[in-house]
């Protein structure tokens, strides 16, 4: 089979056909993740969040065969900010343009507002990855220089994507999350018992004082309605308030989120005296459960913990699970189970005078990166030793 040289660019993903993308999406080689199918990218265009008037500007890569069929996807965005991304390089850009230069537009490969690691180039199962990746990362640099864009970005790619990337010339990036992994447990005790003795006693209270004044619900599938969409929306704009200052998902999204994607969605709320009080929502992948966002509107000691984390994880032994990622930072999760893991990004700096300082330090970056997970998992792990 034979690809086609010439690399398309689509303005919206809607143009792309569901099946055509999502058979790329879905390659099992690298496993499903919920984030890169194409309803979910469609929802945040047709939502309005994910567009070139909130500074994401669609430019996906397609690749085809000689048949004319899709064969590679990758999801791309011409970026007026560095808002969203989880992957910091306002630095870079505040140090550029002092210098006199301009740093946006750049483009972007990733999930918009979402910091889980995933496949950026996406192949068609028999589709040979060398080919097709070097077409999408070309395409990617073309479109570089015809927007005179500063740099290309890939943010959180597999391991695999992103060592491809280094020997194509990329800078890479490592940083770190913490993540849950599912040592054969049969129960959530069977995982406390795994933990040292004061961090059962620990976990054990926290659960108990979370759950003591309200109700806990796990809703997928059909069991999740509007109701339960608009009070979560409620969570999620007053977290965004205080963190970020301005929430990037709108209240559509969540609906068309229920419409195309119910079965994917794990909504774990909290209620008390009859009325929602906290929320945290999950996307469920074919290995993994991913924690997406979470808010409240009363305060309960423990309730952060009890549903972003201890929910998920007995939800993910209950299902056999491999893996909880818990979203980005937050050091207070190795107490619970969730240790540190890298994620990864690569980038292309367009201006040598750019290029040079952000290599140099991104190879200190990692070296201290790399050390200092090395001393948080033995530092701090809860898990007995041994």
């Not at 999930?111 to 589709?127: E, N, Q, S, Y």
Request: glycine letters at 10%; proline letters at 5%.
């Amino acid at each position: 089979m034979k690809l086609n040289p010439a690399v398309k660019v689509v303005r919206r993903i809607a143009e792309v056909d569901r099946d055509a993308w999502d058979a790329c999406a879905a390659n099992p080689a690298y496993g499903d993740n919920p984030f890169l199918r194409h309803d979910f990218l469609t929802s945040l265009e047709e939502a309005g969040c994910a567009v070139e008037r909130a500074g994401w500007g669609p430019q996906h890569l397609i690749v085809e065969d000689d048949a004319g069929q899709v064969a590679a996807v990758m999801p791309l965005y011409l970026k007026s900010h560095s808002q969203g991304e989880y992957i910091f390089d306002h630095a870079w850009a505040d140090a550029y343009e002092r210098a006199g230069g301009r740093y946006y537009p750049k483009l972007l490969s990733a999930v918009p507002f979402t910091p889980a690691t995933g496949p950026r180039m996406l192949l068609r199962p028999d589709v040979a990855a060398g080919e097709a990746r070097a077409l999408l990362l070309g395409g990617g640099l073309a479109l570089c220089e015809r927007y005179d864009a500063s740099s290309l970005h890939v943010n959180f790619p597999l391991e695999d994507e992103w060592a491809w990337m280094g020997q194509q010339g990329l800078a890479l990036r490592a940083g770190q999350q913490y993540h849950w992994e599912n040592r054969g447990y049969g129960s959530f005790e069977d995982f406390l018992a795994a933990l040292s003795s004061g961090r059962r006693k620990t976990i054990r209270r926290e659960r108990r004082d979370a759950q003591a004044e309200v109700e806990i619900q796990r809703l997928t599938g059909s069991d999740l309605t509007e109701e339960h969409w608009d009070a979560f929306f409620q969570f999620y704009m007053d977290t965004g308030s205080r963190k970020w200052g301005r929430p990037y998902l709108n209240r559509r999204f969540f609906s068309l989120l229920q419409e195309r994607m119910a079965d994917r969605v794990l909504l774990v709320m909290a209620r008390r005296e009859g009325r929602w009080i906290a929320g945290a929502l999950n996307l469920i992948g074919g290995d993994c459960l991913f924690g997406r966002n979470w808010g409240c509107v009363e305060d309960v000691p423990f309730l952060h913990f009890e549903l972003c984390y201890y929910q998920a994880i007995e939800w993910a032994i209950e299902r056999g699970l491999p893996r909880v990622e818990a979203g980005a930072q937050g050091q207070h999760k190795i107490a619970r189970g969730y240790l540190p893991k890298p994620v990864y990004s690569a980038h292309y700096i367009a201006d040598p005078g750019l290029r040079a300082p952000v290599e140099r330090f991104l190879e200190q970056e990692r070296a201290g990166n790399e050390a200092d997970m090395e001393w948080l998992a033995e530092e701090y792990s809860p898990f007995k030793a041994g």
